[in-house]
């Protein structure tokens, strides 16, 4: 069992940069693959980043690839999102996932096994 915390969203204006954090507790983070996922109202949850267990792959989506990273420190249970260059369609409930999978081309939500609440980003134009 694994629980994930998410931080750091909020309201911003477009164009800045943002982190976003995971906080794992329980079963240590680096037995998972993590990802990010986002859900803008009325859309489906769809995938951002993930990461595989130590760090060495990432895989991003289309819509964010060349303006985000994705991180983890291990030591820390902590895994990170850094978005740059918001736009307003980024604006979305940014939920953590640990999944038990290898790697880390992991886009699907079924793929994953645990969630965090969410933290909202609203990008304003």
């Known amino acids: 069992q694994v629980q994930l915390v998410e931080s750091g969203g909020g309201l911003v204006q477009a164009g800045v940069s943002l982190r976003l954090s995971c906080a794992a507790s329980?079963?240590?983070?680096?037995?998972?693959?993590m990802g990010w996922f986002r859900q803008a109202p009325g859309k489906e949850r769809e995938f951002v980043a993930a990461?595989?267990?130590?760090?060495?792959?990432?895989y991003y989506a289309d819509s964010v690839k060349g303006r985000s990273t994705i991180s983890r420190d291990n030591a820390k249970n902590t895994v990170y999102l850094q978005l740059n260059s918001l736009k307003p369609e980024d604006t979305a409930v940014y939920y953590c996932?640990?999944?038990?999978?290898?790697?880390?081309?992991?886009?699907?939500?079924?793929?994953?096994?645990?969630w965090g609440q969410g933290t909202q980003v609203t990008v304003s134009s």
């Open positions: 990461i595989s267990r130590g760090g060495a792959g990432t």
């Open positions: 329980g079963r240590t983070s680096s037995s998972y693959a």
């Open positions: 996932a640990a999944t038990s999978r290898y790697g880390s081309r992991i886009t699907r939500t079924l793929d994953y096994d645990y």
